[in-house]
């Protein structure tokens, strides 16, 4: 009976886990934290498993659990959050490091509540619908946060385009 | 809906246009090629988040949580476990029996005033009493300090303080209480047994066990 819960559970998260690990560093910028936090969400959702309704909704169910613990241990300063002001990228961990880096510069300078939204948008795969479920807040919120979470991102990395999309 | 609304929804979502967004870009070329470079942006920003995964993290992951899960089970036996031995023992351990915890408050509370008011009397009484019980008050009982009838839950017994070798006990014969099995109680530093006899039953209540447990023996082999 628990082996087929079990069978059951790791095929449904299985294939979700390297998403959510990235989506853990991005929030971290921490490979070491994001693998613990990634381990507290996995044995988390294993416990509410059996309450667990919609199988097929599984990711989404991972992510908020991760987004939740995230919240949690960053408020109990259990977890340490890189310093937006610190470089931390690491090339091994990257396939375009420069890019990364980049990436990891336009992202401190988002909100945090719209740097959520965008990373469980382009990791996750989610609608606004499902982001805005997931954090709380309306769906027109969540849309304005993406809306300019891009805005900025082609601000930092093009910096033509920011001009061009106001002029277009 | 015009290029401002489609801008807005292209940048929320990039990857789910809608039909009216993407019959928009069909008719607008300025928004088409708003779109193919938010998708071009999109694309790269895949690209950059995708860090690499470590190294056996699925296996790390699943395995640390069914390690976990284990190491809960076996705590959750041990949780259990301590339950039900602390169980066993609420149910072993001796509990007061209502009928010898009667005794021992006549002692406590109702003894001295009934010693202090007794009128003169009648050892016969006792031994009658006793032989309607079917029990013997033999000698080695010890020093029959007081005899007297007493008044007890409703009914009349005959109450008798002994000294014995180890301690003064009181003793209640009552021939209005049948008991099933011996019965047992503790309280005020006082403890007392009450022994099914014929017809009646036998307290022994005093702050010997050993004077209890010689006063019974006594009792039993009479």
């Not at chain 1, 998403?19 to 490979?31: G, P, Q």
Request: neutral net charge.
């Amino acid at each position: 009976m628990l082996g087929s819960r079990q069978a059951a559970f790791e095929a449904a998260v299985g294939d979700c886990l390297e998403d959510l690990y990235r989506y853990a560093y991005w929030l971290c910028r921490d490979r070491w934290q994001a693998e613990d936090l990634a381990q507290e969400t996995v044995l988390r959702a294993w416990r509410g498993w059996p309450g667990l309704r919609e199988h097929r909704a599984v990711k989404g169910w991972l992510f908020t659990i991760l987004y939740r613990e995230f919240a949690r241990g960053t408020g109990r300063r259990r977890l340490h959050v890189v310093p937006d002001d610190e470089l931390h990228i690491e090339p091994q961990d990257h396939a375009d490091p420069a890019l990364a880096i980049d990436v990891d510069r336009a992202l401190r300078a988002l909100g945090e509540e719209s740097r959520h939204a965008l990373l469980m948008q382009v990791l996750g795969g989610f609608s606004c619908a499902e982001i805005a479920s997931a954090l709380g807040a309306s769906e027109g919120a969540v849309m304005t946060r993406l809306t300019r979470a891009r805005q900025a991102l082609r601000r930092t990395l093009q910096p033509d385009a920011g001009r061009e999309a106001k002029e277009g | 809906m015009n290029c401002l609304e489609f801008r807005r929804v292209a940048l929320a979502e990039p990857r789910r246009l809608e039909a009216e967004a993407a019959r928009h870009a069909e008719q607008c070329d300025a928004c088409k090629e708003f779109l193919v470079r938010a998708l071009e942006d999109e694309a790269r920003l895949a690209r950059a988040l995708r860090v690499r995964a470590p190294e056996g993290l699925r296996a790390r992951l699943l395995d640390r949580t069914a390690a976990a899960r284990r190491s809960r089970g076996i705590l959750a036996l041990a949780a259990s476990l301590l339950a039900a031995v602390a169980i066993a023992l609420v149910l072993a351990w001796p509990r007061n029996d209502p009928l010898a915890l009667a005794g021992i408050d006549f002692v406590v509370f109702e003894e001295a005033q009934a010693i202090l008011e007794a009128k003169p009397a009648d050892p016969g009484e006792l031994r009658r009493v006793a032989a309607q019980l079917g029990v013997a008050l033999p000698a080695q009982l010890g020093e029959l300090r007081y005899i007297g009838p007493c008044p007890f839950q409703g009914s009349t017994g005959q109450h008798a303080v002994v000294k014995t070798a180890f301690g003064k006990a009181t003793l209640m014969l009552l021939p209005d209480r049948p008991l099933a099995s011996r019965a047992v109680a503790s309280a005020h530093g006082l403890e007392a047994v009450v022994v099914p006899a014929a017809g009646g039953s036998v307290a022994i209540i005093s702050g010997s066990s050993r004077s209890l447990e010689h006063i019974e023996m006594l009792l039993k082999s009479s």
